[in-house]
């Protein structure tokens, strides 16, 4: 059974930084999606980023790109987020997911394309 554990959420304050881990266990095979999402109270379950855990390919939402980085480490299979510049739109819990791919330079960017989810981990930013 595939398990994911999230860490790194807080409460910070706006332009500072923030580091999210998800760590995966289970049988995941090299061809799967790492994702981050994001939901806001209220909001739907948001796409923030994703990257190829084969290909090291990576895709970043419109509202994140160049303050958010998404990287790996095979060896300890786990998924980074590094999140700067924060804003306090960028609260919300972040859920990391598990997902396939269908090409080596592609990644899923919706919610039914994932089939594990973490437990969520909070993200408060504050102005």
């Known amino acids: 059974q595939v398990q994911l554990a999230e860490s790194g959420g807080g409460l910070v304050q706006a332009g500072n930084s923030l580091r999210l881990s998800c760590a995966v266990s289970?049988?995941?095979?090299?061809?799967?999606?790492r994702g981050w999402f994001r939901q806001a109270p209220g909001k739907e379950r948001d796409f923030v980023a994703a990257?190829?855990?084969?290909?090291?390919?990576?895709l970043y939402a419109d509202s994140v790109k160049g303050r958010f980085t998404i990287s790996r480490d095979n060896a300890k299979n786990t998924v980074y987020l590094q999140m700067n510049s924060l804003k306090p739109e960028d609260t919300a819990v972040y859920y990391c997911?598990?997902?396939?791919?269908?090409?080596?330079?592609?990644?899923?960017?919706?919610?039914?394309?994932?089939?594990?989810w973490g437990q969520g981990t909070q993200v408060t930013v504050s102005s």
């Open positions: 990257i190829n855990w084969n290909t090291g390919y990576h």
């Open positions: 997911a598990v997902g396939g791919t269908y090409g080596r330079y592609t990644v899923p960017k919706d919610t039914p394309q994932y089939d594990y």
């Open positions: 289970g049988p995941t095979s090299s061809s799967y999606a």
